[in-house]
């Protein structure tokens, strides 16, 4: 079945670090793929989207983009900040599907 | 304009009872899905609801079981809990506009239960 592997964490890093969080994806036709991040106490939230091959989701200086020959979608940010510390979370909407499956997350901590 | 909302914020039951919780989609969205998330892991799909009906189910068993009302606010009801039901069940709602893949969720903060 449709299904997302995302990098084991934790990920601790200092300010001004580059951040990239490895996500490969397995699925039949041509899925969604998206990136979201959990604060502290809260929900879900989008941080970036990509609906077909070769599209680039950015959001707040983060980046990512369908990769359909290597099945991928790697999160890259250049320089974080304390504020970005979450859990991120790669996901996969199968085509004309409803659900959205997620990987285990991915705890980024970032040290001023 | 609030955003997804959700009741209680947290929950403890002993194993055997039943439990209800609630959500409101954003304004303006039709469509409500709920994700059971377990400590560490994430959300699993639990099953949506659309149009007062359960258009799509994960892999949960019966004792997991929804409803949506008229005005697109949704419950989710789980019977005879076991330890194991412990986890933050997070409700999302969507506004269903074509290809169901590219429909964006907006997630609540969650209800979290624990099951004693």
């Known amino acids: 079945g449709d299904s997302v592997t995302q990098m084991e964490g934790p990920v601790t890093l200092s300010e001004e670090a580059c951040l990239t969080i490895n996500c490969t994806y397995t699925a039949t036709g041509y899925p969604s793929l998206f990136w979201y991040v959990q604060y502290p106490g809260e929900g879900l939230q989008l941080l970036l989207k990509?609906?077909?091959?070769?599209d680039k989701g950015s959001n707040k200086g983060f980046e990512a983009t369908y990769r359909k020959e290597t099945t991928s979608f790697h999160l890259e940010k250049g320089s974080v900040q304390v504020s970005d510390s979450a859990v991120y979370f790669c996901a996969l909407g199968p085509f004309n599907d409803y659900k959205l499956s997620f990987g285990a997350g991915t705890t980024v901590t970032v040290r001023a | 304009d609030a955003g997804v909302t959700q009741s209680p914020t947290h929950l403890i039951k002993t194993r055997g009872q039943q439990v209800t919780l609630r959500c409101s989609p954003k304004?303006?969205?039709?469509?409500v899905s709920w994700y059971q998330q377990a400590l560490g892991q994430g959300p699993q799909f639990i099953f949506q609801y659309y149009e007062e009906e359960e258009r799509q189910r994960g892999n949960f068993p019966d004792r997991f079981s929804g409803h949506q009302f008229p005005n697109y606010s949704s419950e989710l009801n789980v019977n005879a809990l076991l330890l194991g039901d412990s986890a933050l069940y997070l409700c999302?709602?969507?506004?269903?506009?074509?290809?169901?893949?590219?429909?964006?969720?907006?997630f609540g903060p969650g209800t979290r239960l624990t099951v004693l």
């Open positions: 990509a609906t077909k091959a070769d």
């Open positions: 999302a709602s969507s506004s269903f506009t074509g290809i169901a893949s590219y429909n964006e969720q907006f």
């Open positions: 304004s303006g969205h039709d469509t």
